[in-house]
């Protein structure tokens, strides 16, 4: 079997070129005569691998210099914890937007150490719209407001980014980062596991503005500090090496693309093309409200069970997979990230109207 | 260039024919049409990776059915705090053996968290051997005794693991794990970074006795908390996937060589090749008292930085990589992990033969 096209939520595509790159040179990276994996993470080898990585990241995403980048480990849920164990000040308080399972995550490990306090939801929605979220929410005496750029279960996405005036916006966006342009200077932190738009998982990059560092307690675990990984420039111990050096030709190559304005155009497209499809199809349905809607986690639904069973079938028969929809949302769930080529989404709508029109004669 | 001998402390070499057939499928695994690195975690596919990492440990090591063995993130450095965030019972004392600048690390994070008694330290000798471990030096009311089994940077190791009656022994063992054949029984926890004998950077193995977990307090991050691993089969959030998959065929490998019993014989024999031509050297002393010293890193010295960094050059030269000693006890270090072939100290050893030849003419 060639390659398909692999519509998981996560780990998903990478961008073929970057794989066969990595293929290449897997046993001698760049005739040093190792692999990558086996550099020391103190020579000089690696040492020009995580600052490429970084400015690569810089580059891409126009970080500004009072900002300052983390490769760690862990994981988005590792940072639902160091987040509030960093920045929460004396008030202990911390404010929360709830949209959906991940948020609902953040929150339940902020609690530990914060009075979370949930400024707004949309529960009553069953999360399938972004609530609006105006400063008069935000209590001035909180440390931080939280929120989940893209909810990748649910399939929405913050369309604007809120206003918090004073009080630093936490951003876990690790499935919607280098999907599209954004201003990092209104964000006090952004998280994000590597495994959607980055690279391989078991990297989690922290960007997060110098202020910002330093406040944690004197018990925290030096590992969860992230002045630990300022410090030491992301080398306090050994980080994923191999990751990192993924991440590095992911960056390069999203670059080589036009960077992230060619992206979100591209993006634009791929995911206009799949809802003017659901939106004209009889047979399928989006959830999700118009305003509020993901470039990157596209859920639809038909309506029985069994049709999406049989359309699941049929669809991993043609090399579409791993389009099954999460079990709290049900039918089908199509993430089409970065990675995914334009001619896998051409591929998944012709299926679709395909599925459709036949089961109509 | 080829392939060269890479005696860096870690990450290392890994075994050749494993990178080789990570290199033949990196961009499509078993004929998925799908790289590892973009395998969902809850897959199949993936399921079938994580599950033959864990029988491959469990058969290499004979790990009884009462210890789990999780796959986590974070090395050893993030164990340092885990183990007393867990293990700590109400007393909140923990036994440390101090052997260097490792076990000082373990004891800097476990003050945050516990009363740390120092029972025994080599620091009077500057950690050029291991104490004697014996029971009555161990407090009956402590939650666990903490060794390191191999002290990577002084290179030295445990000949005999301590018998610590009741109280649990806690071992990093990052550095000499799958090295030679161990009692898991002896054990309460063993934990280790996979970079040097397991795999890539960024995965951590744990191995733990089932009483040993839940026992965390509420208010312990999940994330550290070995109960929510545990309870998921190391699936609770995104795992390091790629590095589990490599270990899983280090593993097989290893295995394939003999399993352990045959891995020790021939670290043995490596080691004893290399200890024996620095005994007969009249240039170069090893500074590790003889009945503590490591099979894994073995530093030695010349008499002077300026032969010592002779040495290192010419060395590099020959393709003998990454021999610079820790800063802390300066001159050569050679780790000569399990991935490093016999080919490698041999030339390694015929190198110092020649060197302090050509010094004596």
Known sequence: MERIYNFSAGPSMLPLPVLEQAQKELTNYKNSGMSVMELSHRSGWFKEIIEGAEQGLRNLMKIPDDYRVLFLQGGASQQFSMVPMNLLGPSKKADYVHTGSWSKKAMKEAEKFAEVNVIVSSEDGSFTYIPEVTEDMIDEEASYVHITTNNTIEGTAFRNIPDTGDVPLVADMSSNILSEEVDVSKFGLIYAGAQKNIGPAGLTVVIIRDDLIGHADANVPAMLDYK?????????????????????????????????????????????????????????????????????????????????????????ERGLETLKGHRSVGGMRASIYNAMPQEGVQALVRFMDEFEHHRNK
């Open 228 to 316: 630990t990984h300022s410090d030491a420039g992301s080398l306090y111990n050994t980080p994923p090496t191999f990751a990192i050096y993924m991440a590095k030709l992911v960056f390069e190559y999203i670059e080589s693309l036009g960077g992230l304005k060619t992206m979100e155009k591209i993006n634009r497209e791929k995911a206009d093309l799949l809802y003017e499809t659901i939106e004209n199809s009889d047979l399928f349905t989006s959830p999700v409200k118009k305003d509020s809607r993901s470039l990157m986690n596209i859920p639809f639904v038909s309506p029985s069970a069994q049709t999406d069973a049989e359309f699941l079938e049929e669809a991993q």
